[in-house]
């Protein structure tokens, strides 16, 4: 099966953005390991970070082309506001899981709502890179169901 993981704006900066919040791993550590545990999984872990809107839109526009099976998505800043990537991923209808690295139920007010959570199959957040792996990991359970 194929799987793909798509990173929001600013997560390109993991490793050095606000590491007390988001961590020390790097983006291509995440990816990397990501890309590992489905390869001895036998299936085949897609990436694309963007920081733009309408790169991450036609992305997911493509991944129902490619028949990609699953998508991992930290949407970041655009979980908040973004009417149009959500909308993206309920056109393609490709199950997805939503993953935070940090708790945003712990932070500003702001952050507390998605607009992704009620169409997702999932939602990890608050516990860092690990979150990503659990992810997947529940990912590919289901792809074997
Ligand atoms: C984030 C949380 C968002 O509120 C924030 O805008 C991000 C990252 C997280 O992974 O914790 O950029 O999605």
Redesign the pocket.
């Known amino acids: 099966a194929s799987i793909l993981v798509l990173h ?4 390109n900066l993991l490793g050095e953005r606000e590491p007390s ?2 961590g020390h791993d790097t983006l291509e550590a995440i990816d990397a390991r990501l890309a590992a545990i489905a390869r001895d999984a036998g299936h085949h872990l897609l990436s694309l970070q963007s920081n733009a809107e309408s790169e991450l839109v036609e992305r997911v526009h493509d991944a129902r082309r490619e028949g990609v099976d699953c998508i991992l998505i ?7 506001t973004s009417v149009a990537l959500r909308d993206a991923l309920a056109a393609v209808a490709i199950p997805f899981i939503e ?6 139920h712990a ?2 007010p ?2 507390h709502h998605s607009y992704f959570s009620d169409l997702a199959r999932g939602v990890i ?2 516990l860092g890179a690990q ?1 990503y792996e659990l992810a997947l990991q529940a990912a590919l359970r289901q792809l074997n169901n």
């Open positions: 929001g704006p600013n997560l919040v988001y930290n949407p970041a800043a655009f979980t908040h993953v935070h690295l940090s708790n945003v932070r500003e702001f952050r957040c608050g979150g």
